[in-house]
């Protein structure tokens, strides 16, 4: 097999490597130190390849924002399997549709809360999935009936020695399936290949000027399940050997609180998370510390008003990149560009060796006239492997350059407002 120089793990191997101590983790009172994060990471791995898991096999994830998903995403992936990351609020009958739809052998669950018990609903869906025979609860398993000691995850890893020699996997091979479920059908599984998720991470040096020598602290509080947080957030501060600051939900109070107690340097949300910021941000927040430490802020899903950038920018000083990206394009496909004025409303630049146009439904370009209505199109290292099972939705949303071995891959109906820098909503 050929040996991958860019499996997605490696992100965190080479980091632990050269920065063993430094902290990669901060989740409420601990913190977990690369070496540490890198351990546990092998535990998992041994744990799916003792339990028989094989490389290719897909092993889901239901998991909040707590250290565990990260552990677990990295021994997955060590152990040369691919990880279906999924949404905590889905329900069992939901899951199960994942579970059975992306063929996973294996399911590691969080067991949540009371007011969100995605243990309970993922045992239910796990019972009742074809193919997945292997189930790990993170957590007691004091709200789970049914639930077997050996199938807490505590007790799983316990025990698993700490070292692992990764598993290869070709660059073209499947790191992740993430599960979209764009605007017609049931949800569709976004095949991402190693290479695909890798350079995405390794992109934040261009995009952010991100570098391991002096690496950002990042709050986490944008769902790690999604594109955006898994890719560029958790992988990103990985991949650079920054801190992960952890926050399980989405709180403004206590987000500002992480940000003064951990000197963050790089937040990432989506608009309403920078109006609940600004509306929290009163007489006792130390405003100008913040300023002090901030020095990137990052925002999709949606445009952002102009009166948030303003305020953004007068009270954290700081102007708030947006971007635009799909979960078929690891995340990001264009941002605006670091150190330069934002356009209101603009989804950017398209980043590095990538390239965007607007088209219409027969593919044929769309005229070059500012207020054009056409459709993204997209190509680059960043476009996904294809829909998982899915030839005929594959085909229809992507197209072959000639004999490149690239594909446009052509999603959202929107509006040129500019031909020089690519597409713009």
Same mark, same amino acid.
């Not at 479920?181 to 350079?199: C, F, I, M, W």
């Not at 986490?220 to 650079?240: D, E, T």
């Given at each position: 097999?050929?040996?991958?120089?860019?499996?997605?793990?490696?992100?965190?191997?080479?980091?632990? =490597?050269?920065?063993?101590?430094?902290?990669?983790?901060?989740?409420?009172?601990?913190? $977990?130190?690369?070496?540490?994060?890198?351990?546990?990471?092998?535990?998992?791995?041994?744990?799916?390849?003792?339990?028989?898991?094989?490389?290719?096999?897909? *092993?889901?994830?239901?998991?909040?924002?707590?250290?565990?998903? %990260?552990?677990?995403?990295?021994?997955?992936?060590?152990?040369? &399997?691919?990880?279906?990351?999924?949404?905590?609020?889905?329900?069992?009958?939901?899951?199960?549709?994942?579970?059975?739809?992306?063929?996973?052998?294996?399911?590691?669950?969080?067991?949540?809360?009371?007011?969100?018990?995605?243990?309970?609903?993922?045992?239910?869906?796990?019972?009742?999935?074809?193919?997945? @025979?292997?189930?790990?609860?993170?957590?007691?398993?004091? +709200? *789970?009936?049914?639930?077997?000691?050996?199938?807490?995850?505590?007790?799983?890893?316990?025990?698993?020695?700490?070292?692992?020699?990764?598993?290869?996997?070709?660059?073209?091979?499947?790191?992740?399936?993430?599960?979209?479920?764009?605007?017609?059908?049931?949800?569709?599984?976004?095949?991402?290949?190693?290479?695909?998720?890798?350079?995405?991470?390794?992109?934040? @040096?261009?995009?952010?000027? +991100?570098?391991?020598?002096?690496?950002? *602290?990042?709050?986490?509080?944008?769902?790690?399940?999604?594109?955006?947080?898994?890719?560029?957030?958790?992988?990103?501060?990985?991949?650079?050997?920054?801190?992960?600051?952890?926050?399980?939900?989405? +709180?403004?109070?206590?987000?500002?609180?992480?940000?003064?107690?951990?000197?963050?340097?790089?937040?990432?949300?989506?608009?309403?998370?920078?109006?609940?910021?600004?509306?929290?941000?009163?007489?006792?927040?130390?405003?100008?510390?913040?300023?002090?430490?901030?020095?990137?802020?990052?925002?999709?899903? =949606? &445009?952002?008003?102009?009166?948030?950038?303003?305020?953004?920018?007068?009270?954290?000083?700081?102007?708030?990149?947006?971007?635009?990206?799909? =979960?078929? %394009?690891?995340?990001?496909?264009?941002?605006?560009?670091?150190?330069?004025?934002?356009?209101?409303?603009?989804?950017?630049?398209?980043?590095?060796?990538?390239?965007?146009?607007?088209?219409?439904?027969?593919?044929?370009?769309?005229?070059?006239?500012?207020?054009?209505?056409?459709?993204?199109?997209?190509?680059?290292?960043? $476009?996904?492997?294809?829909?998982?099972?899915?030839?005929? @939705?594959? =085909?229809?949303?992507?197209?072959?350059?000639?004999?490149?071995?690239?594909?446009?891959?052509?999603?959202?109906?929107?509006? +040129?407002?500019?031909?020089?820098?690519?597409?713009?909503?």
């Amino acid at each position: 097999m050929t040996s991958s120089t860019r499996n997605v793990s490696g992100l965190l191997t080479r980091t632990a =490597s050269e920065y063993p101590a430094r902290t990669a983790i901060v989740f409420g009172g601990d913190r $977990i130190s690369y070496a540490e994060l890198d351990a546990a990471s092998n535990r998992v791995a041994n744990l799916l390849t003792e339990r028989g898991i094989r490389p290719g096999e897909k *092993v889901a994830l239901s998991c909040a924002n707590i250290p565990q998903f %990260t552990t677990i995403y990295f021994g997955i992936l060590k152990a040369g &399997a691919v990880v279906v990351p999924l949404n905590v609020l889905l329900k069992a009958r939901e899951i199960a549709y994942h579970l059975n739809d992306s063929d996973a052998t294996a399911y590691f669950a969080f067991e949540g809360s009371p007011e969100l018990p995605i243990g309970r609903e993922a045992w239910s869906a796990f019972q009742a999935a074809d193919r997945a @025979a292997h189930f790990f609860l993170i957590g007691s398993g004091a +709200s *789970v009936d049914g639930v077997t000691p050996d199938q807490i995850f505590a007790a799983a890893v316990a025990g698993r020695p700490e070292t692992f020699e990764t598993v290869e996997r070709a660059d073209d091979d499947t790191a992740v399936i993430l599960y979209t479920s764009g605007t017609t059908g049931q949800p569709k599984g976004a095949e991402l290949r190693h290479r695909n998720v890798y350079d995405i991470a390794r992109a934040g @040096a261009q995009l952010f000027e +991100s570098d391991p020598a002096t690496p950002d *602290v990042y709050l986490c509080v944008l769902p790690l399940f999604h594109a955006f947080g898994q890719m560029v957030i958790q992988n990103g501060a990985v991949g650079f050997g920054g801190t992960l600051v952890l926050q399980a939900r989405f +709180s403004a109070h206590e987000a500002l609180e992480l940000m003064l107690d951990h000197a963050v340097t790089f937040f990432g949300g989506v608009p309403t998370m920078y109006w609940g910021l600004l509306e929290a941000l009163d007489d006792s927040v130390d405003a100008a510390r913040l300023a002090a430490n901030l020095r990137i802020a990052v925002s999709g899903g =949606s &445009a952002l008003p102009a009166k948030i950038h303003q305020e953004f920018k007068n009270r954290f000083g700081v102007t708030i990149l947006e971007g635009y990206g799909l =979960s078929e %394009t690891v995340a990001i496909a264009s941002f605006a560009t670091y150190g330069e004025e934002p356009r209101v409303g603009s989804i950017g630049r398209p980043i590095a060796g990538v390239q965007m146009k607007l088209i219409n439904d027969d593919w044929s370009d769309v005229e070059d006239d500012p207020g054009a209505v056409g459709e993204i199109a997209i190509k680059g290292y960043n $476009i996904m492997k294809g829909y998982y099972k899915r030839p005929e @939705a594959t =085909s229809e949303a992507t197209t072959r350059d000639g004999s490149a071995p690239e594909i446009w891959l052509a999603r959202t109906r929107t509006a +040129s407002t500019s031909s020089s820098t690519g597409p713009r909503t």
